[in-house]
């Protein structure tokens, strides 16, 4: 209603409601993509972290390079796989059970500290 309401003081009712209506969708697609990106498994391993996607897909793979913790509400990790960059992972406590989510901040501040 915000877009329509911008564009119809500039354009018109008229012209308005088609670009509205692209806005909405390109957002919605937006929404989508950002939802299927989002990781929902996780697994510790000797040999690192490795987190999946929606899809099945594995977001990143490797050692843990790097951790950056707020509190016991949020934990950052820096993921370096063995090609290319470090990834990075933003986990809050709220989606991970409480033993999880301290087994990665120990994991991490060791990781950081390597």
Known sequence: S??????ASHLGAGQAVPLTLA???WL???????GRA???ALKIGADGLSVWG????????????????WSGRLLILAVMPDQGGPRT???AAD??????FRELAVLGRRGAGA
Do not use: N
Request: glycine content about 6%; charged content about 5%; aromatic content about 6%.
């Open 89 to 91: 992972l933003l986990l």
């Open 28 to 34: 919605t697609l937006c929404a989508l993509r950002y």
């Open 23 to 25: 806005v909405w969708a």
């Open 54 to 69: 929606r899809t099945g897909a594995l977001l990143a793979h490797g050692r843990i390079a790097g951790c950056s913790q």
């Open 95 to 100: 989606t991970l059970p409480a033993p999880v």
């Open 38 to 40: 989002q990781p929902v």
């Open 2 to 7: 915000a877009v329509f309401a911008c564009l």
